[in-house]
């Protein structure tokens, strides 16, 4: 009766932690953190981060607008975003530092306009995953 249980309690335990990315190794159990998708990106893993990354890139490009009394050149500063793309695959400003107010807000209103995308995931859960990007003018 006793082996009933232990072998009853032990396919539970592994039943539980069927999930996408998340593997059990003896004691260790290892969560794996899948990266947000953007939109159009496909293929692999590994191929969809490279395509985000792509993407924010072009996104922030296009998308930047010099406030007024800045030019391209005119200012040597450097303003780094910390930013989530949140549980439901949008972007959340966490901080900004560096560079002046209005530089700031430029930055933080291109991060704002990241389109809506797949959220991460980790354990087969929506999550947040963070990032910070540099804006050097």
Request: positive net charge; hydrophobic residues 40%; proline residues 7%.
């Amino acid at each position: 009766m006793k082996s009933v249980l232990f072998i009853a309690a032990l396919l539970l335990t592994s039943i539980t932690f069927a999930q996408e990315g998340v593997t059990v190794s003896g004691n260790a159990i290892s969560i794996k953190e899948i990266p947000p998708v953007w939109p159009g990106c496909e293929g692999s893993i590994a191929e969809k981060k490279a395509c985000f990354k792509k993407q924010l890139v072009k996104h922030v490009v296009s998308n930047f607008r010099f406030p007024e009394g800045y030019t391209k050149g005119s200012v040597k500063e450097k303003v780094i975003v910390d930013f989530v793309i949140n549980e439901e695959g949008k972007p959340q400003i966490l901080g900004v530092k560096g560079g002046t107010k209005v530089l700031q807000e430029e930055a933080k209103r291109n991060i704002l306009a990241i389109p809506k995308m797949t959220p991460g995931m980790a354990g087969g859960k929506p999550r947040a995953i963070k990032y910070s990007m540099p804006f050097t003018f």
